[in-house]
């Protein structure tokens, strides 16, 4: 049977799945590894097979996305003898202002994506080493890339520019947005669960360890928090989402703070991770009993809910929220908190709340069939 690989490569995990290339809607099967280099996990799962399962100890197993390709691919092949790839499709973060869709990779393509990675270093080089270990190992298949930036494309300037000399927004300094494969999927979902809500005026909630909102009228993204890179708008797991750009100058300047640490300050040690001292999980910190722990849910439960009515405001009304990803599916606390400060919106009442889980996974076959044309 012929069929799509999916690979969704991160700075921590490593997503892969099979679809069946004439019904892409299908999964054949998927895995993951997770937590690399700290003690790296490898799951399978098929229907029909067994799960299967390794651990690894903290130092050993791959440490990073590559490795896990190099690991997860040949035992994922080896369950799945019978199948033919066809086609390879590449969650690729940061497409820039040229991708308004997803593509075909050849040479051209992969040196403009490979300059983007500056604007998501926790990303992009991640999903472009993954990209090129499949290209080695699977290269007859044709290889597509699609873009978390692409589903935003198109939103007026308003919400596109930053208030800067003009000639940055030329030279592409915007707001990009991402999640795109994440909120293309749940609007998929909800066109078949709730077809008024999908062509109403909504906001998409992806609360997991990157963490942003997009607002929507009849389907199409009209305004998101996450803008250039992936640090904007409401806070996540370990980036602290909007902050004052006069903090960072005071850090360079009065604290000697160069552009890696602030890197490593934004990207890695921030978030919740970095208000609660704890943990970036929002399991860790609600089974806490540190008051730093509560605090650091109550920001950000308080920050995603300004954020949502600040979407409101884009949208001029809301008919509904839904919540997906890790945290927005599984902490019916995190979504009680945001939905009660809501209130004031007509939560509760006038206004829709559901959940719908993502499948990034699932999106990126579906393009991916759409243009190898499957
Ligand atoms: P990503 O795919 O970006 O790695 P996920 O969407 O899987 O992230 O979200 C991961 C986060 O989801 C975890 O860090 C954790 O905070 C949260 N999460 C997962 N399961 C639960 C749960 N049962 N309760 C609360 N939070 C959860």
């Known amino acids: ?35 690399f280099g700290v003690g790296p996990r490898l799951r399978l799962r098929a229907p029909g097979l067994a799960d299967r399962a390794q651990d690894w100890a903290k130092g050993e197993g791959p440490t990073d996305a590559q490795a896990a390709f190099h690991a997860l691919w040949p035992a994922l092949k080896a369950r799945h003898s019978e199948l033919e790839i066809v086609s390879v499709g590449h969650r690729i973060v940061h497409g820039g202002a040229d991708h308004a869709g997803p593509c075909l990779i050849d040479e051209a393509v992969l040196t403009g994506l490979k300059r983007l990675s500056p604007l998501a270093p926790l990303h992009q080089p991640a999903n472009l080493a993954v990209l090129e270990a499949a290209q080695q190992d699977l290269p007859k298949a044709g290889h ?22 003009r000639h940055f927004y030329e030279e592409g300094v915007r707001r990009y947005g991402f999640h795109g494969l994440s909120y293309a999927s749940v609007l998929e979902r909800l066109r078949h669960e709730r077809p008024d809500l999908a062509m109403g005026k909504i906001v998409i909630a992806h609360l997991g360890s990157g963490c942003s909102l997009c607002a929507l009228d009849q389907g199409r ?21 909007a902050i004052d750009p006069g903090v960072l100058l005071y850090l360079m300047t009065d604290r000697g703070m160069d ?35 509560k605090q650091a849910l109550d920001y950000f439960c308080s920050r995603v809910a300004v954020g949502i009515a600040a979407m409101a405001g884009e949208l001029g009304g809301l008919d509904g929220v839904i919540f997906t990803a890790g945290i927005g599916e599984n902490s019916s606390h995190i979504r009680h908190d945001i939905s009660q400060r809501l209130a004031w919106l007509g939560a509760g009442s006038r206004l829709a709340l559901c959940v719908i889980p993502t499948d990034e996974e699932g999106q990126i076959a579906v393009q991916t069939a759409e243009v190898c044309g499957l």
């Open 144 to 165: 597509v890339a699609c873009f978390d930036t692409a589903f935003h494309q198109g939103r007026a300037f308003e919400t596109e520019a930053f208030a800067l000399p």
């Open 259 to 293: 552009a890696k640490a602030i890197e490593d300050l934004l990207y890695r040690r921030s978030g919740l991770l970095g208000l609660s001292g704890l943990s970036a999980d929002v399991r860790d910190l609600e089974a806490s009993d540190q008051p730093q722990a």
């Open 221 to 241: 993204s009209v305004a998101t928090t996450m803008g250039f890179s992936a640090l904007d708008g409401i806070p996540m797991g370990t980036r602290p989402g």
């Open 1 to 35: 049977m012929k069929a799509i690989l999916t690979l969704n490569g991160g700075s921590a995990t490593l997503k892969v799945a099979l679809f069946e290339a004439a019904a892409p809607h299908r999964r054949l099967g998927d895995g993951m590894i997770e937590r």
